[in-house]
Nanobody, 123 residues
């Protein structure tokens, strides 16, 4: 079992920044692939970014490349998503998730999820 708690969401103007955090507890966080996903109203949940267990490899959806940065601190059992140059299209509930077995971007295969944090970007 892994428990995940996101924080850091909020309301920001277009062009602004937010930093989301994900605090993990339970089984070995350092053995997991971690991902950030988001879900806007009326839309399917989508992949935003993933990071390997060691932090050595990252992957981003094209729409956030160059603006978002995923990172993790295994010693602190935390992950984060730094979001810059936000646009209204980034408005969604953001979730962190981890998997002990899966290394891809399909949210269906991530075993553990946080409760989500709302990010709203005003124009």
């Amino acid at each position: 079992q892994v428990q995940l708690v996101e924080s850091g969401g909020g309301l920001v103007q277009a062009g602004g920044s937010l930093r989301l955090s994900c605090a993990a507890s339970g089984r070995s966080f350092s053995s997991t692939q971690m991902g950030w996903f988001r879900q806007a109203p009326g839309k399917e949940r989508e992949f935003v970014a993933t990071i390997t267990s060691s932090g050595g490899r990252t992957n981003y959806v094209d729409s956030v490349k160059g603006r978002f940065t995923i990172s993790r601190d295994n010693a602190q059992n935390t992950g984060s998503l730094q979001m810059n140059s936000l646009t209204p299209e980034d408005t969604a509930v953001y979730y962190c998730a981890v998997s002990f077995y899966y290394r891809g971007t399909d949210y269906n295969f991530y075993e553990y999820w946080g409760q989500g944090t709302q990010v709203t970007v005003s124009s």
